[in-house]
């Protein structure tokens, strides 16, 4: 069974501050998912990342996922209250073949809280 | 626009009375599944689906059970819920696959007295 631990599990910070959330396993993905999620809303997809040593930013949110593909982490630049929310990471194993199932594996959460 | 759809969004019912939780989707997708999620343990999958008539026990399926007769439907029951049941249910879809980025449902918040 694969385990993805995040941490930290709970954030508070300011607004303006810059935070980095890790997500962490013993277990090699294929690819790793990074996924919001407001109250009252279910997750919405962030990004995905499939190389090992990949970087990806979307405007001030940078996702880089490790060289041994085991572990990602998510960095927000200037956070914003607009930010506030549970950020989850989900890992996916491909089987040999690539097109039979394969399934996403989930974080248990950080619940980031921005204040004004 | 593209979709998940589930209902209810809210359920209160009694410890044995049998329920179900309808999830729709209108993107075409091949493969759909049911998480439960509760604090701290983030996202568990309970039943997944292929396709049409083909299902899959997920980590967490006791107390569950699920049909896909139609692509678009994936509905979740449950015979005989306990309180332990009681959580928040997301449905969710994918493409083709179940590593494919996962189109979540608004969610069921299902209380169990």
């Known amino acids: 069974t694969q385990l993805l631990e995040q941490s930290p599990q709970f954030l508070s910070i300011q607004e303006g501050e810059n935070l980095t959330v890790y997500c962490n396993s013993s277990?090699?993905?294929?690819?790793l998912q990074w996924y919001r999620q407001e109250p009252g809303e279910g997750p919405v997809l962030l990004v995905t990342?499939?190389?090992?040593?990949e970087v990806k930013k979307l405007k001030r949110l940078t996702f880089q996922f490790g060289d041994a593909r085991k572990d990602s982490s998510l960095h927000i630049t200037a956070a914003q209250t607009g930010d506030t929310g549970l950020y989850l990471c989900?890992?996916?194993?491909?089987?040999?073949?690539?097109?039979?199932?394969?399934?996403?594996?989930f974080g248990q959460g950080t619940i980031l809280t921005v204040h004004p | 626009e593209a979709q998940v759809t589930q209902n209810p969004r809210y359920l209160i019912t009694v410890t044995g009375k049998k329920l179900t939780v309808t999830c729709s989707q209108n993107?075409?997708?091949?493969?759909m599944s049911w998480y439960r999620q509760d604090p701290g343990l983030g996202l568990r999958q309970i039943y997944y689906?292929?396709?049409?008539?083909?299902?899959d026990k997920g980590d967490v399926p006791e107390g569950y059970k699920v049909s896909r007769k139609e692509k678009r439907n994936f509905p979740l029951i449950l015979e005989s819920p306990s309180p332990n049941q009681t959580s928040l249910y997301f449905c969710?879809?994918?493409?083709?696959?179940?590593?494919?980025?996962?189109?979540f449902g608004q969610g069921t918040r299902l209380t169990v007295v």
């Open positions: 989900a890992g996916a194993v491909y089987p040999p073949g690539g097109t039979s199932y394969g399934k996403l594996t």
């Open positions: 969710a879809s994918s493409l083709t696959t179940g590593w494919g980025e996962a189109f």
């Open positions: 993107m075409n997708h091949e493969y």
């Open positions: 277990s090699v993905f294929s690819s």
């Open positions: 990342v499939v190389t090992g040593g």
């Open positions: 689906s292929m396709n049409v008539e083909v299902t």
